[in-house]
């Protein structure tokens, strides 16, 4: 199947007739990639499916808005790392515990995850993702995973570029001593 242009999704959603079509087309383009963005970021299924939805309804209500001084995708990323933020940030002042103190609770029901089907070198490197502080691991997984540049990154987040190649490089070495440590079990 051909990959629609982002041009001709704006252009559709811009009129009233084709709206519905052209929201099906943003959903096929970016729906999987925005869903595994937020399932690196909350780990757990179910609530990613439903931090998806927000985004989607959020885009939805926002779309004709939307002004073209960046991409579509990096703006539909925003959101999704802002909704993501703020449901982690939710999380923890429910349990009230600071994020860090939630990260091993992420760790058990990774690894306690039907959805999860990665072999045990996978769920190390999750597992190594989840002792990182939030914009460490917003800033590897955007980079590692979701292969964007650092400018892109610097879009989302409203970080330089030299903090974000600090934070990655940072990051990646605690991943490496994580990962070279043989004392981890799971």
Sequence with gaps: MKQVEDEEILEKFSVEKTRNEAFNLLLQKYQQKIYWHIRRLVIDHD????????????VW???EKFRNDSQL???IYRI???????FLNKQKQKNNTPLDEVSPELAENL?????FDGDKLQMKLQQALLTLPEKQRLVFNMKYFDDLK???ISEILGTS???LKASFHIAA????TFLLNDDISF
């Design 150 to 152: 650092y400018e892109e």
């Design 80 to 86: 999704a790392t802002n909704e993501s933020i703020t």
């Design 47 to 58: 609530d990613t499916d439903d931090l998806v939805q927000e985004v989607f309804i959020k």
């Design 111 to 115: 690894v306690a995850s039907a959805y």
């Design 61 to 63: 209500k926002n779309l």
């Design 161 to 163: 570029v030299g903090a």
């Design 173 to 176: 070495k605690k991943i490496e």
């Design 73 to 75: 995708y990096t703006w």
